[in-house]
């Protein structure tokens, strides 16, 4: 693949208008109208179209998340690991902790926060791997920190690091557009500009759409649930919409500021801030329970990994699996080519050995981190203290967090203090997660264009609070999980053949680099 070749093309395909920029509207369009004008039907076939997955497709979502835990391990640790992203010698844009700080923004910030608490106290009440332990025990509650870990841990970033890393690699080593159908170029040769190029743009255009539209949706319900706690403001979809509306508007002006400014800001406030809520949560929490949970989670994680990760339930009748691991898995692909393309955006200059292991070491981590402070505050409260964390989940999953708060041993306005920073932390993630998915589509829509029009941007940033609203009126929380679920299926298709392009590529740059190695000229 001639650089020169594609730089042309990629000149070709950002100076005329796509089809892209006319069809993905007219569907996201459509797919609004459907909703609000038939939003029974509209639940319902949600519905139908989740258990369908759940229920028949359960093995194929698991199989395909283990099987890029496996790639991009393996793949950092060949020879392949010392290639960069970009020019030889190339060195990263952004700093360590700008870097770090983006992509964990962007990833799961959001979507974190609300389930930290809401999640391990829903296992903790039943799960499939409870076996001998009694429910509420002290054994149940590490089985649900386990099972909550497992959803948010390596298997979801290893994903990220591939998708990143397929599309930064065609990018910054072959000179494509920084689209999804690039990444097929080794298979499709030029056609990647045509039909079938514009199609597997379009699935990742819907991806993100729906798969940044169900964060939005979970954290207008949590962010909800914190102006109750802090103003008394009424819990109802009504006020969830309006606060998708304002805070979308905030999101689509950061967007047209760009990576370097508003989206960069926003990242390394939302990583000082997670900072200033953990510390308070282990200096007025059981902190000596919380260090020496972490460290035990971490290790229980890893031991029970390979168990968790490869069962498939048969039984049709326990929908748990399909309300959970399925569910986690389809998010994890619908967001992928959303957070593929932001982390590729960001990530230029890093071989591909360091890329991976930031990518997929370091949130791991702080995700761990976060799960176990978060997480064992709550179980403490439950099993050494008064409770009452469980029923709250019961009674409201997005009230979990603000009441783990309000039963901490905290004086009445640390506790104010807290839950302000927390509902603060929903509206930054918030915005980040939007503005930066705003930017991500508008470069797929306009064939690799990093720098769209503010119209552009303007739009999709607005369709992707619009399509979480809707969500949220025809169908709640069921509507925004099987939105991910859905669309990760068609999606899933492609990432499988972007990964064999990769492969492809990077097999025939070994054999060329291998042929013009010095010793190989001496061989000669």
């Known amino acids: 693949m001639a650089n020169k070749k594609a730089a042309t093309l990629l000149s070709l395909s950002t100076e005329k208008p796509s089809l892209m920029s006319i069809i993905a509207p007219l569907m996201i369009i459509g797919f609004l109208l459907f909703s609000l004008l038939r939003p029974d039907y509209a639940s319902d076939l949600f519905n139908r179209m989740r258990d369908f997955i759940t229920n028949q497709l359960s093995w194929y979502y698991i199989s ?7 790639f991009v391990l393996g793949l950092a640790l060949s020879k392949f690991g010392k290639i960069r992203l970009g020019g030889d010698d190339e060195r990263p844009e952004f700093s360590n902790f700008s870097w770090l700080s983006m992509l964990f923004g962007a990833g799961i910030g959001i979507g974190i926060l609300f389930w930290s608490i ?15 332990a009694q429910a509420l025990s002290p054994e149940a509650a590490q089985i649900a920190m386990r099972l909550t870990i497992f959803h948010w841990g390596l298997h979801g970033w290893a ?3 591939s998708v990143a890393l397929i599309l930064a690699y065609f990018a910054y080593r072959k000179g494509l557009p920084l689209t999804i159908s690039a990444s097929l170029y080794p298979i499709l040769g030029d056609s990647i ?15 993100t759409v729906f798969g940044v539209a169900t964060s939005l949706g979970l954290g207008a319900q949590q962010m909800n649930a914190g102006l109750a706690t802090l103003t008394g403001i009424e819990v109802n979809t009504g006020t969830q919409i ?26 390394e406030l939302n990583m000082q801030l997670t900072g200033v809520i953990l510390a308070l949560f282990l200096v007025f929490g059981p902190t000596l329970y919380l260090l020496t949970s972490f460290a035990g989670n971490i290790v229980d994680y890893i031991i029970h990994l390979p168990r968790i990760s490869t069962w498939v339930n048969n039984d049709s009748s326990d929908q748990w699996q399909g309300w959970w691991t399925i569910f986690y898995w389809g998010w994890w692909i619908a967001w ?24 997929l070491l370091t949130p791991t981590l702080l995700t761990i981190f976060w799960i ?16 009452g964390i469980v029923a709250a989940v019961n ?14 041993a905290m004086a009445k306005i640390m506790a104010l203090i807290t839950a302000s920073i927390c509902t603060l932390m929903l509206i930054t993630y918030f915005v980040t997660s939007a503005d930066s998915a705003t930017l991500v589509i508008c470069t797929l829509v306009t064939g690799g264009n990093q720098s769209p029009s503010p119209v552009t941007r303007v739009f999709w940033g607005s369709s992707i609070g619009a399509v979480a609203a809707v969500l949220l009126f025809s169908g709640g929380l069921s509507a925004l999980q099987t939105a991910s679920i859905v669309t990760a299926l068609p999606f899933s298709v492609i990432l499988l053949l972007a990964t064999y392009g990769l492969c492809k590529s990077l097999y025939q740059e070994g054999k060329t680099a291998d042929a013009n190695s010095p010793s190989a000229g001496e061989a000669i």
Do not use: W
């Not at 395909?64 to 496996?70: A, P, Q, R, S």
């Open 64 to 70: 395909v998340m283990n099987f890029y835990l496996l």
């Open 118 to 132: 809401a999640e391990p106290l829903t296992h903790f009440q039943t799960n499939p791997f409870l076996g001998d």
């Open 159 to 161: 994903l990220y690091a």
């Open 193 to 207: 500009y045509g039909p079938i190029g514009k199609a597997a743009d379009l699935l990742a255009v819907l991806g």
């Open 242 to 267: 309006l606060l998708i509306i304002g805070i979308s508007i905030i999101a689509t002006l950061s967007a047209l500021t760009g990576v370097n400014r508003g989206i960069r800001i926003l990242s």
């Open 336 to 359: 992928s080519p959303f957070c593929g393309i932001f982390i590729a955006r960001i990530s230029r200059g890093r071989t591909i050995r360091e890329f991976v292991f930031g990518v």
């Open 372 to 387: 176990s402070v978060f997480g064992n505050t709550a179980f403490h409260l439950e099993l050494f203290g008064d409770g």
């Open 395 to 408: 009674t409201d999953t997005t009230s979990a967090l603000f009441t783990t708060i309000s039963l901490m």
